[in-house]
């Protein structure tokens, strides 16, 4: 058998479903492979809205995706790369969308354990998405954008004993998107499905458990962070946010106790890859599967610092140890505490000015040519689609003036400038932004960036939460005495920084002067809080 040189990280995120190969040695991309749930044919018919990569809510604020496009986008994504890289994966990460969570019922355990019987990968047999057909007690799996939740929020953070307290243990103040209020709300409102509900799954430690062939897998620190239901200073469920979560629910605390997976390390491994995979796939039967994180934590493995990543959500990572009211304190793909602030209305809200223009949502050119030919911070304005949570405030569209250039430059302005002016409070002292993500790849909008923020920024493109975990495997096949050297290196190969983008002295005081647009944008908000 050949040398297994290789490390694989799969990014399952909100959008589409991204395999990074990265060769553990040179740290060279062998290859790489991306698809869009709603542009690849494969993918087909699993009934997401247009508007939004969503299924239909059933109420305000309900944001799910069906668990079966998850499985199906995986089996497309590793039928794009070549059987003899495949052959050479030393081991396997994960990165999947932070706070999305699959429910599994009691067809689930066979389902999985028997992608480790030889023969479950040759010609003929079911994919993932057949032989799951009936393994999920929901056939809807909730995600990050849900927001439905502030009734079940309140509980957790009252159960802390208030804001400050909630921050401190779980290192968030209860937001509404974390998957263990998300979890309160639905089994409250779908009790027969929690009853039939073996166990609850975040994306993330599911993938490891479809790979692996184990049911078992553990959900990692960083992810565990996002549920507002882990202690986040000892690592491990919290006796008093299990016991707020279960208020109401069949079984109680014990119930909700046995349908939670345990908690470990990111860089701990569920098992070798299942036979599933090395048939019908080509992987080496060695490969180690390893539990993976969400998005965040694999997407901050590439950056120490601060790292601005322009995705689906708007999200400023920045370094700390101590939980912050203002941020989320979480730890990344290799285990290592950052704080972090998520803002919902991200890429969706800019391709929504796009198609409103009736321009392709992914039209960048005419994107680029508004940023060129609009000065930055001249145009006060605010769209935001969904309820935003950082900062805080409702669905609003004010300011738009008629034309895409205008209005595009317009929402590229607000969004950045939203983000630094929510971040303040944790990351004031930050004196460089990597940037990652599709806009990364935007002048015109790597120059707002370096000005609002007054600092250097480093694009890394598209080198993004699936490289990170491609990383974090590699780390994870080493002694732990070599693992922190050897992972700052690899990143800084991995991530491949661009051309240095330095603030542009007039744009910083377009930006920051006095009467300049960061305050008037403040000032905006303020009025619609009022």
């Known amino acids: 058998m050949k040398k297994a040189r290789f490390a694989l990280g799969i990014d399952s995120s909100t959008q589409g479903t991204t395999a ?26 699993f009934g997401l809205t247009d508007a939004a990569p969503i299924l239909p809510p059933r109420e ?60 479950s990968g040759e010609p003929g047999a079911p994919d993932l998405a057949a032989r799951f057909s009936s393994a999920f007690s929901s056939e809807r799996a909730p995600i990050w954008m849900s927001s439905n939740t502030a009734l079940e929020a309140a509980w957790l953070r009252d159960a802390a004993g ?11 103040d209860s937001p509404l998107r974390f998957s263990g209020a998300v979890l309160c709300h639905k089994a409250m409102r779908e009790m027969a499905t929690y009853l039939v509900t073996s166990r609850v799954h975040l994306i993330s430690s599911f993938l490891a458990a479809v790979f692996s062939g184990r049911e078992d897998a553990p959900i990692d620190w960083g992810n565990g962070s996002g549920t507002s239901l882990m202690d986040w200073k000892a690592r491990a469920w919290s006796e008093t946010l299990l016991t707020a979560a279960a208020r109401g629910l069949p079984g109680g605390l014990e119930g909700l106790r ?98 409103s223009h009736g321009l392709a949502m992914d039209d960048f050119a005419a994107s680029e040519m508004s940023l060129a030919s609009t000065s930055p911070g001249s145009i006060l304005g605010l769209v935001q689609n969904e309820v935003e949570s950082f900062p805080a405030s409702p669905v609003a569209d004010i300011g738009r003036r ?49 000005a609002i923020w007054n600092c250097p920024v480093a694009p890394i493109g598209e080198a993004g939460a699936a490289a990170g975990a491609a990383v974090a495997a590699a780390v994870a096949m080493l002694p732990e005495a070599d693992m922190m050297d050897y992972a700052r290196t690899a990143a800084s190969a991995v991530s491949r920084r661009g051309a240095i983008v ?27 809080l009022a």
């Open 20 to 45: 990074i190969v990265i060769d553990r040695e040179s740290f060279a991309t062998v290859a790489q492979a991306k698809l869009r749930y709603r542009d690849d044919p494969r993918l087909a018919g």
């Open 60 to 119: 305000s604020g309900e944001a799910d995706q069906p668990p079966l496009l998850f499985l199906a986008a995986i089996d497309a994504v590793l039928d794009d790369l070549p059987r003899e890289v495949l052959a050479e994966v030393a081991a396997v990460d994960f990165s999947a969308q932070q706070h999305g969570q699959v429910w599994l019922g009691p067809r689930s355990e066979s389902a999985i354990a028997g992608l480790a019987l030889k023969g």
């Open 162 to 172: 208030g804001a400050q307290a909630m921050t401190a243990l779980s290192g968030s």
């Open 258 to 355: 046995g349908r939670l997976p345990r908690l470990a390390h990111p860089l701990s491994a569920s098992g070798r890859i299942a036979a599933y995979f090395v048939e019908r796939h080509g992987f080496n039967p060695e490969a180690v599967v390893v539990i993976g994180s969400g998005d965040n934590p694999q997407a901050k493995v590439l950056a120490t610092g601060a790292l601005l990543s322009l995705g689906t959500s708007f999200v400023l990572m920045t370094e700390g140890e101590v939980p912050h009211r203002s941020a989320n304190a979480m730890y990344d793909g290799l285990g290592r505490p950052f704080l972090f602030g998520c803002r919902t209305n991200g890429a969706l809200c800019w391709e929504s000015i796009r198609a």
């Open 402 to 450: 008629g034309t895409f250039a205008e209005d595009y430059a317009s929402v590229v302005d607000s969004t950045l400038g939203l983000v630094h002016l929510a971040a303040r409070p944790f990351a004031a002292k930050v004196v460089e932004v990597a940037v990652t993500g599709g806009a990364a790849a935007s002048q015109g909008t790597l120059r707002r960036i370096a």
């Open 502 to 528: 330095l603030p542009e002295a007039q744009a910083v005081r377009a930006y920051h002067g006095e009467g300049g647009y960061l305050g008037r944008l403040a000032g905006l908000l303020e009025s619609i």
